[in-house]
Every structure is written in C-alpha cells, then in structure tokens.
C-alpha cells in the first residue's frame, strides 16, 4: 500500500541553513509516555530588591567593589571573566596533535533592571527598549578596540540554563577570533549571497511569511518565528526584515519595535506553562574589525529547553550528542502553541482575574 510522505507524522531530517548541519524530527515520538527525569519548579517570589544579590543597586559585589545606586540598565566588567585583555601571546602546536592559541578578550554584564524580581517579560517595552540601548552602545564601544574581531551579546535566564543568579541580567563577550558558529554562519552567508546577491535570511524571511507556518509574531520591523530547521522543542529566531549586519546600523524605530517583539515573544514563554521561562538566548551578527560582510544579516536565537511542562525538559544525549541533533514535536507545532498564547503575562491575568 503506497504511503504519502508527511512532515507532521513521518521521520525525516530537516536542513539548518545557516550551518549546514541536519536535525532528526521524529513526530511519531510526541505519544511516548515519560518516566524520567522532573525538574524542580523554583518558586519566582523574589524581593524587588536582594540585600545578599551581587546585582542589585548599592550592594557589593564578589571582586570587592560596589554597585551604583542605579536607575536604569548597569554594566560592569565581569568579576570573572571567561576571557581576559591581558592574556599573553602565545601558541603550541606538537606534530599538529597538540594545538592551541591564545585567545583574548573582555567580558561584560548587564543588569537589565535595578529590580531584583523581573525579568524581561516583565518589563515595559520603554526598559527593554533602553536595554536594546546598552546592547548597541556596547557593541559600539567595544569594537573601537580594534583586536576585537567578534562581539557575543547573549543572556542565560533560569537555573536550568546555568544561570547563577537571579538578577535580570545579560552577558557580553568580545574576543580576537571569530567563534565556531559564528564562522559556520558566515560561510553559509557568504555563499549564498554570492550566488544570489542577496541575503540568506532575507529570502528566507520572505518564505516563511509567504507560508505562514512557523510565524509566531511580526511587526514593522521584526518577524518572531520557530526555523524550519528548530532543535529545541520551542527555539525561536527574531530577524530583522531590513538586511543590516549588526545591532549598530538599528534606528530608533527598530530598537522600540525589537522590545516589543521580545516582549510578546518571552511574555508568550511564560504563559505557555505559566513559568518563568527559562532559556539562553543571544544575537548573531557580524563580525568586527575584520573586513566587509555584506552577506551578514542580524538575528536572534532563543534556545529554550522545556519539552512538555514546566518540569519537563529537552536533553541532548546519546544520539544527539553522538550524531546530530534531533527533536519530536515538529517546528510547526510548536509555532501553533506560541502563536495561540496570550501576549498579557499570565500574572497579570491572574492578579485581573
């Protein structure tokens, strides 16, 4: 008996075509019952403000120095730092074995908001708007430093996502070279627009608005959707609908319309278990002080673990840690739950109800 071929029911793999690398989608999986691993809900009745939190304003931190009494956003050289300006030069290379270099860099955080209970859903679109601020003031600032050759804008929200404290807070780090995915994604770029003459993500966008399958939100500037090629159950990328390469050439008109759309996308997190949403999140953009890329186009991921509920997550073990990645429920489900969900924050709706 011949059998047509579905996306939504049969296993196939899927192309990322930003990277080049496949992902399994077994959607028949979705029905298996689960006996393992539950996570621990932590409860969210955090303080406005932590006299014990290294984040919060006037209180000191783990280096010996002390916060501001800050109103806004508050950056700061990051006490630990996994990447330091001093690093000396240097290398090794035994019988091309033994290989390493050294790498430079400087390390930044980023407190969202003085307020040690919120987190970006929370926030008004004017704070998240002036947080877009800092982020491209930073970029600006740091690739005056012309050994940068990359700047990583990234935030890890939740204890599920390693994050060690609670704070509303984001991370910078700019080093000397180019990263691994950074440098997949400009290879896959570059070819593209060198075919094409035009770029990657732009024709993609195009696409999946046309379709309309995976888009969870869009406004004038921005389009929130789950990739076709998505490997956590509900990883989402904001693009950019102009093709700029970085955070630095956004307008202000931009700026407020990507606080509105991370807003509607993290708020949309929240209340689809009604949890603080955990996941890392981070901008993809050019490179610096490095030559032109005009292939490049700005975009953000969010890569969020939570499979099933609150308490049960996505691991990648065993065959994805061994062969590539894979996933069960398709990106087009996943688009649908986000979509339905409200952009009113779910304790709002209960403190309303």
């Not at 080049?20 to 303080?47: A, C, F, I, M, Y």
């Not at 956004?250 to 278990?273: C, P, Q, R």
């Not at 999140?281 to 610096?288: D, E, N, S």
């Not at 099933?308 to 691991?315: I, P, W």
């Given at each position: 008996?011949n ?37 621990d ?15 919060c ?6 280096d ?100 060690s ?44 608005l046309?379709k ?75 490179p ?66």
């Amino acid at each position: 008996m011949n059998q047509t071929f579905e996306l939504d029911s049969n296993p196939h793999t899927r192309l990322n075509i930003l990277t080049g690398e496949w992902v399994l989608v077994s959607p028949h999986r979705t029905k298996r019952p689960w006996q393992g691993k539950v996570e621990d809900v932590t409860p969210d009745n955090r303080p406005e403000y932590d006299p014990k939190c290294y984040l919060c304003p006037g209180n000191g931190r783990a280096d010996g120095d002390s916060n501001p009494d800050y109103t806004e956003s508050f950056v700061f050289n990051n006490d630990f730092a996994a990447l330091l300006e001093d690093t000396p030069a240097g290398d090794m290379n035994e019988n091309d074995l033994l290989v390493a270099n050294n790498q430079r860099g400087l390390c930044r955080v980023i407190s969202f908001s003085p307020k040690h209970n919120l987190t970006l859903p929370e926030m008004s679109v004017e704070a998240i708007t002036a947080v877009i601020n800092v982020w491209q003031n930073e970029f600006n600032s740091l690739a005056e430093n012309d050994w940068i050759k990359y700047i990583q804008i990234f935030e890890n929200k939740g204890e599920i996502m390693g994050c060690s404290n609670p704070h509303p807070h984001g991370q910078i780090w700019s080093q000397g070279d180019i990263p691994l995915e950074i440098a997949k994604e400009t290879e896959r770029q570059k070819t593209y627009y060198a075919i094409h003459r035009r770029s990657l993500l732009a024709d993609y966008l195009k696409l999946e608005l046309k379709k309309n399958e995976r888009v969870v939100f869009e406004n004038d500037h921005f389009v929130v959707l789950v990739p076709f090629w998505a490997v956590w159950p509900y990883e989402i990328m904001i693009i950019s609908k102009r093709h700029v390469n970085s955070i630095k050439l956004f307008s202000e008109a931009e700026k407020k319309s990507l606080a509105e759309a991370i807003k509607v996308l993290t708020t949309k997190y929240d209340n689809l278990f009604e949890t603080s949403f955990p996941y890392s999140a981070g901008m993809h953009q050019t490179p610096v002080n490095n030559g032109y890329y005009p292939e490049w186009h700005w975009h953000m991921h969010f890569y969020p673990p939570l499979l099933r509920s609150a308490t049960v997550k996505k691991f990648m073990v065993g065959y994805e840690m061994l062969a590539n990645p894979q996933r069960d429920i398709t990106p087009e489900f996943a688009a649908n739950r986000l979509k339905e969900m409200s952009t009113i924050h779910y304790k709002i709706s209960k403190t309303e109800g």
